[in-house]
């Protein structure tokens, strides 16, 4: 299931395989209207688990505890959301620890 598959469907997210879990990233970029930033849990790959769009004037503690939600569910423990408003958040990159037990076949 792609990003867009998930996005269609709430509630149904693709999860991270539990054979190669450490290379995960959140991405944070503008989007194509005025105050709307993408936010995407992908692979180092290119492989997206999770996007959705959320907008400037919602970015509040609430959004990022659904930011942290989302890499929950998609098989991520521990996994937290980095940026700051400085930044613009453009793209901000930041590597996602994950459980060690999720990574035993």
Sequence with gaps: MTARHAAARPGIVERMPTRYPTAVYAFVRRGEVGDEFRLTIATNTGRELDEWVVYARDFDAAAR?????????????????????????????????VDPAAAQD
């Design 65 to 97: 505890a659904d930011v942290e939600r989302r890499l929950d569910d998609a098989g991520l423990r521990h996994g937290a959301f980095q940026g700051n408003a400085r930044s613009g958040w453009r793209a901000s990159v930041q590597p996602l620890s």
